[in-house]
C-alpha cells in the first residue's frame, strides 16, 4: 500500500508538518478583508477575475480563445512524496476543469529544505507532479524551487476555453440542481490518519479520491451547458457553496444528509476529530448562511471540512440533472450525487440542512 | 471532577480529548480541560457552544482550563469506537438479507454455465421482495461490478432500491480495476465482516 510507506529515501513527509491540519491557508474571512482594498485591473478581454472568488482568472486572446491561468500549492498531506506529487497536481489542474477549461501547459512551484530532507524526495514529489500532468494532457516546461521548510508543492496551470463558454462561481440560475462529483471529508480522513484513528485502507479511499482529476466532470459540464461551478477544495463546501451563491444572487441550498461522505468521516468527526480549518471556515461562513435547527451538528463540521484536491460542485437545470448524473456516475464518479438546489435568493445566501 | 490534559498537543488532538472526556464523565460530572494553545482553545469553545454546553475559562498564564458539566444526555456515550463503520441499512420491514458474491460464476463444474448462472441470479435478484440490505464483492466477486459486466444494470438498479453495495477493496487492487468500477462503495473488511455479521440471512451464489 503506497499510500501509508514513505518514499524510497525513507522519509515521512508528513513529519514536517508538526502544526497539523490547522495552518495551511490564510482564514478566508481574513483573505477577503485584505484583498477587498486591492484594486481590480480593468481590461475588457480580463472576463473572470477575483472579483467573483472563482477557481482562476480568465483572459480573453480572441473570440475563439481565453486562457484559464491558476495556482495552486500545500505542504505534504501525505507520507509519501510520489503520491504528494500526484495529490498536489491532480489539486492545481483541477481549477482549471473548474472553469470548464481544458489544461495545457504548467509550471512547477516547489519550495523544498535542500539539506533537511533527502533529496531524492523532491525527485519523487516531482515524478508524482509530471506522472498526473502526462495523465491530465499537460506539459510542465519549467519551474521554480526555493529552499524553504516544510517543503510546499503545486503547479501554475495554464488551460483554453471558449470565452463564451466559461463555467464560474457567477453562473448559477435559480432552479439549477447541485451535483457534488466526490464524497466529502479528506481533511477529517487526514487529520484522523495523522491521529492514529483510521485504518489504512480509508485513507486509501481518500488518496485515490484526491488524486481523482476532474477532467471527466469538466468535459460533462460542456456538454450539459453547464454554466455556474466550483471545486471544492480549502473553504470545505459551505465555503464554496456560498462564494457561489454571492457570486451568482442566488440563495442556495444545500440538505447534507444527501451529501456523499468518505468511509468513516462521520464517525471521527462525532470523536472531535474536527481539523481547526473547518472552524475557520465556519467563522467565514456563518455571517451568510442560515444553518436549520435540525442540521445534525457532525454535518455541520463536515461541510466546513477543508477538502485536498475535493470535487467539482455542478449546477445543473433541473431536467438535465439526472442525465448528467448517470455519466457521472459510468465515469468513475460513482459517489456524485444531487445535493441541493439554487432557489431565489432569500436572506441568507446559504441554507444547511 | 475529571481532567483532560491536552498541554502540548496540537489540532485537532485537544478537541478529541475533550470529546473522549466528556463521553467518560458520568452524567452531571465537572470536566476540567487544560489547554495551551490558543487555536484548539478558541475551537474548543466553538464546539462546546455549538452544541448548547455551559462552560467557564480560567486563566493561569498561558494555560487555559475550561470547566464544563457534562449533561444527562448529550454526547451519547456509547461511541467510543474508532471509525465505527456504518452499519448495513435495513427497512422498516426488517429486511436483513445479505448477498455475497464471491466470484464471477455461479456454482462450480462448468465455467461458461457459471457465467451464464451469474448473470441469471443478478437478473432473478433484482425481482426479490424485499430487497437484499446489502451486496457484498469480495475476491473474483468484484469483478461482477466492473464497467462491462453484463450484470452492472441489476446492480445499479439494487443500489437505487437503497440496496447498500459494498465491493472489496482490496480485491479491486488485487485486479487492478479501481478505475473500472461505477458502482458501489470501496469497502475493508472490517466493513464487510460488520455486513455479514448483521444479517440475518446470507445469500451466496
Known sequence: MTTTVNGPAGFDLLSTVETGGCSAKIPPRQLEELLQDMPLPADPRILVDIATHDDAGVYKINDETALVITTDFFPPVVSDGYEFGLIAATNSISDVYAMGGTPLVALNIMMFPSTRIPMEVYKEILRGGHDKAREAGVSIIGGHTIDDYPPKYGLAVIGTVHPGRVITNAGVREGDELILTKPLGTGIILAGHRMKMTIPSQLENAVSIMKQLNARGAELMQKYSVRGATDITGFGLAGHALKMARGSGVTVNIDMKSVPLLDCVYSLADQGCIPGAAFRNLDYTEGGTRFTSDLDYNLKMIAHDAQTSGGLLMAVAPEKSRELLKELHESGHGEAAVIGKAIRKAEADLVLQ | ?205
Open chain 2, 1 to 205: 471532577m475529571k481532567t483532560v490534559d491536552t498541554r502540548g498537543l496540537t489540532c485537532p488532538a485537544p478537541l478529541i480529548k475533550t470529546r473522549q472526556g466528556l463521553v467518560e464523565a458520568a452524567s452531571g460530572e465537572d470536566v476540567e480541560i487544560l489547554i495551551d494553545n490558543p487555536a484548539s482553545l478558541s475551537n474548543v469553545k466553538r464546539y462546546l457552544t455549538d452544541n448548547r454546553m455551559d462552560f467557564t475559562v480560567r486563566e493561569e498564564g498561558s494555560l487555559s482550563v475550561i470547566t464544563v458539566r457534562r449533561g444527562e444526555s448529550e454526547p451519547d456515550a456509547n461511541e467510543t469506537e474508532y471509525c465505527t463503520p456504518e452499519k448495513a441499512p435495513v427497512a422498516a420491514g426488517g429486511r436483513k438479507t445479505v448477498v455475497a458474491v464471491t466470484s464471477d460464476r455461479m456454482g462450480s463444474g462448468d465455467d461458461e454455465l457459471g457465467t451464464k448462472l451469474m448473470v441469471s441470479f443478478f437478473r432473478t435478484l433484482v425481482l426479490l421482495e424485499p430487497a437484499p440490505a446489502a451486496v457484498v464483492f469480495y475476491n473474483a466477486g468484484v469483478k461482477m461490478a466492473m464497467d462491462d459486466s453484463p450484470v452492472l444494470d441489476h446492480i445499479r438498479e439494487l443500489s437505487e432500491k437503497g440496496t447498500a453495495i459494498y465491493l472489496c477493496t482490496t480485491c479491486i487492487n488485487h485486479f487492478g480495476i479501481r478505475d473500472r468500477l461505477p458502482a458501489g462503495s470501496f469497502s475493508d473488511m472490517y466493513q464487510i465482516l460488520n455486513v455479514l455479521k448483521d444479517a440475518d440471512h446470507i445469500i451466496r451464489p
